[in-house]
């Protein structure tokens, strides 16, 4: 039995409905095994991919054993890809396409069948702290690494007559641009986070695939250590509601969020090894600190999204329609 708080009764039926559904989402996590869940979504079809960031640690026990689960989930669902939102290597991001981290924090842990699949891949601000030419061009060295140009689309097919639209951003310059006087060897003052957002703007009116998700580093609203970019939120959040995108995949903050700006559902993945603190916002549907990741199963009219953490244990589901109800 649900005790709901005496000011809901002033919301919209729509906004208790949709508070009802997430409420009791949350009390199945504990009830169901993410392998009975998956093999649904296996058997059901459409694209299936996993969300993570924040992970290059050369192996350390979080990071191995995020990518173990990760290995294990992307097998049960069939996962085609998968995107992960930056801050690829810690601390200082990779020197070259030689670097010893492409082994030791990204070749030798992901190492399942499963995940020798593409990886899509965006910049971090740790990223910056290296040579960001380099994760491009490393795209030409690896199969499964790919990240063709700092922002970038991709379309994925749904199924026969349903296609995704990706938009792949470069936040940093949008979030963290002073951070080039501390880093003199960066290039990220170089940076046009202007031009950044007209290739956005034009990218999102040229679309006409029933799904938009898009991906970036830094958060637009969020519980953890860093909190909301208000660059994102002044100048990306409305072009996102403007042209009607279901959801956001970021990482930054080293946790697992969901949250809801309107329309837009926002997923925190930033828990691909370390963790830190996170609590709720007036945005806030779930927030847990713990290493993790997140699975996602698309069809035609639905989006299942799973956060599982580096034990394997499903800690929270949801759905998103395609449209907002």
Request: hydrophobic fraction near 40%; include cysteine.
């Amino acid at each position: 039995m649900y005790n709901f708080p005496a000011n809901m009764m002033k919301q919209t039926r729509r906004d208790f409905v949709r508070t009802l559904f997430v409420a009791t989402q949350a009390t199945m996590v504990g009830s169901l095994l993410p392998g009975n869940l998956f093999a649904a979504d296996a058997k059901a079809g459409g694209l299936n991919f996993l969300v993570f960031g924040d992970w290059g640690r050369n192996g350390e026990k979080d990071q191995h054993d995020v990518a173990v689960q990760m290995g294990i989930a992307a097998e049960e669902i069939g996962a085609k890809f998968i995107i992960a939102v930056g801050d690829n290597f810690y601390e200082n991001g990779v020197a070259s396409v030689d670097d010893p981290q492409w082994q030791t924090s990204f070749e030798k842990v992901y190492t399942a069948p499963s995940l020798q699949v593409p990886w899509v891949a965006i910049l971090g601000n740790h990223d910056y702290h290296g040579n960001c030419e380099a994760q491009i061009a490393y795209s030409r060295v690896s199969r499964r690494w790919n990240m063709p140009a700092r922002y970038f689309t991709r379309t994925e097919r749904i199924d026969a007559q349903n296609t995704v639209d990706f938009f792949y951003l470069d936040t940093t310059p949008m979030a963290t641009k002073h951070e080039a006087a501390l880093h003199p060897g960066s290039d990220l003052g170089a940076q046009d986070e202007t031009r950044q957002l007209a290739w956005f703007k034009a990218a999102l009116e040229a679309s006409t695939a029933p799904w938009k998700i898009v991906v970036g580093h830094h958060p637009v609203y969020s519980g953890g250590e860093h909190g909301d970019t208000p660059y994102i939120i002044k100048h990306i959040l409305p072009l996102m509601q403007e042209h009607k995108v279901q959801v956001y995949f970021n990482g930054h903050d080293h946790d697992l969020q969901h949250l809801q700006a309107g329309s837009v559902n926002l997923f925190c993945s930033g828990a691909g090894s370390k963790v830190r603190p996170t609590t709720n916002t007036p945005h806030t549907h779930f927030a847990k600190s713990c290493s993790g990741f997140t699975a996602v199963a698309l069809q035609a009219d639905r989006m299942a999204v799973r956060m599982i953490d580096d034990h394997g244990k499903l800690v929270y589901t949801t759905t998103v329609p395609r449209v907002a109800v």
